[in-house]
Every structure is written in C-alpha cells, then in structure tokens.
C-alpha cells in the first residue's frame, strides 16, 4: 500500500466538520443500485447543471451579509419544493460545468428550520472541493452550484428526492424534508503563484516549496498537459509522485525512489489526491497542495495528520472500472 492509499473514509455528515463534502462528492455514484426512478422524479438529464430555475420557495430565502463571510438566513420552515430552485444572491466568474471549485457553504433543513452544517468562512476552515456534475454530486447540489465561479453566491432550495435520497436520515433529516443550501464559490483552485520548482531529472525529480507559509486551501498547478485520456472517478490510474510535508520540506513517499509507478483507484485515495486527478489527461505532469483537512487530517495518529502536503504527479496510464 502506498501513503496516499486506505485513508479516504466516508462518514456521516456530522462526524467531522468538513464532511459535508464526502457525503456529497462522489453521491451521484451511490445511486447505481439498479432501482428505477418513480416516474415523478425529476430527470436531471433534461436540466442543464447551469440552467438551473429560480421560483417562490427559493425566493423566500433571504440571504445577506457580504461575500466571503458567514451569511445572515432567513426563511420561515415548512419550504415546499417540488425540484430545485436556485438563485444567484451574488454574480460571480463562470467556470466551465464539473469544473472544480471551492467553496463556504450553509445547509438548513428547510422543513424544520434547523441548522445542519455550516463551514468554510470561520478563520481556520479550508473551502470544500465541489464539482458540479450529476455524477459527482447529488443532483439538487450539482444545480446550485451550476456553472459559478469565483465571487458567487447562490442559494438553492433542494428536495431530499434530488438531495441525500434514502441516506437522509444517516444525515439526520427526513426522507421527505427539503433542504436550502447557501453557497460562496471562493475559488477556482488554480495554483498560479508561488507554485514550487520542479528540477531534478525525469528519473528523479525533485519539488523546491517556496520559502512562504504553506497553502490553506487546495491549488492545482497543470505544469503539462498530457494527450491522452481523462481521468474519471471510478477509473484505476497508474501515476509516478513524489510526496513532500509543506511545513517541514520532508519528501516522505516517492514512487520515483521505488522506480515503479503505483497502481490504484482514483476513489481509493486521499481526497486531495483525488481531486487532482480526475479531469485531468493521461501524460499530464501537475502539482497540488493540500490542506489537512484533505490529506490525512481525519487519521488520528497519523505523523502527516497536521501537514500540508505537496504532490508532483505524472499520469502514466488509464485503466478505466469494468
């Protein structure tokens, strides 16, 4: 087993502060269970991820306060939706649908009025990786965050149909609640400055930091893009990296010093690691930098449980699921 395998666990939404994402990131896949939606469902192919409508139930969410801080929500409980709304509270950038972002977000239970999860704006919380996609996201999340970018704030208003589905009550929300979800798209995670030197030989490279505080939040820097073809979720990869703790400069996993690339799946390791592969091409060569919180902050014990960590990442090859 290599150091970015066995880490990533999926817990409930409650069990770390952060965990919204993994119960949201990689949702869309957990519907596969060979069920045939009711015909009421809505079907999300006919909404586009960025065409998302507005309507009364969205509308009767109010949301102040300024970008990038903790918001002030108001709405009176018992919100009856029958697909998601979305309003754009504030306009930002526009990225390209599934691109990643990250993001401060607020979760309500909008039947109730009761307050799920907040997180992202308090000093000390990284933003939350999301991708807007239906097989990335649970759909009602997918359409809230659409296409924005950087400087966005939405607000959707989801039902728990297009929401948690038949996990909502692991969540602690009823199967028929409805939920508004606030959301501040912070960044587009590209790294662009103070992005580390890659030298050494192909063989054995070699990641320079730059002489700075680590990185807060995940970045991804593109240093090649590769030709060949791109990465998804439920793909194997096989990858050459080189893995260095921020705070220390301590290179402690290399699969360049065992002069063989390793072989895994892309949902099998941390969620940093993660997020920097999927979308990309085979051939590409990139670097990401993650936060704790990303890397091995949920392993207790771990000796990189407090590190920021850095990967130099070659994508050798593509062994798509069966």
Not at 212 to 226: M, Y
Request: proline share 5%; glycine share 12%; aromatic share 8%.
């Amino acid at each position: 087993m290599t150091a970015v395998e066995g880490i990533l666990l999926r817990r409930s939404l409650l069990a770390l502060p952060f965990v919204l994402a993994s119960a949201l990131v990689l949702a869309g896949c957990s519907a596969d269970d060979g069920t045939t939606p009711d015909a009421t469902e809505t079907d999300t192919s006919t909404v586009g991820v960025c065409e998302t409508p507005d309507g009364a139930a969205v509308s009767a969410v109010d949301v102040s306060g300024d970008f990038g801080s903790a918001p002030t929500i108001a709405f009176d409980a018992g919100l009856e939706v029958a697909t998601t709304e979305r309003v754009v509270v504030i306009e930002g950038d526009e990225v390209e649908p599934g691109q990643l972002v990250s993001a401060a977000y607020a979760l309500y239970n909008g039947t109730t009025g009761e307050e799920l999860e907040t997180y992202g704006w308090a000093e000390g919380d990284p933003a939350t990786p999301f991708r807007a996609d239906y097989d990335m996201l649970f759909t009602g999340f997918a359409k809230t965050l659409g296409c924005l970018g950087p400087g966005s704030r939405a607000v959707g208003v989801i039902p728990n149909a297009e929401g948690f589905g038949e996990q909502a009550e692991t969540v602690g929300i009823g199967v028929d609640d409805v939920l508004v979800f606030v959301v501040d798209v912070l960044s587009d995670n590209v790294w662009s400055t103070d992005v580390p030197e890659v030298g050494g030989t192909a063989e054995a490279p070699t990641v320079t930091l730059p002489a700075i505080a680590p990185k807060t939040d995940l970045e991804i820097a593109v240093l090649e893009e590769g030709a060949g073809d791109v990465v998804g979720l439920n793909d194997s990869v096989s990858v050459h990296y080189l893995g260095t703790a921020w705070e220390t400069g301590v290179v402690f996993d290399s699969s360049f010093d065992r002069g063989a690339p390793a072989t895994f799946a892309v949902s099998g390791v941390v969620q940093g690691f993660q997020e920097a592969l999927v979308g990309q091409t085979v051939g590409s060569k990139i670097l990401v930098t993650m936060p704790p919180a990303l890397g091995y902050g949920a392993s207790e014990g771990h000796e990189l449980q407090n590190s920021t960590l850095v990967f130099y990442i070659e994508i050798v090859e593509l062994n798509p699921a069966a």
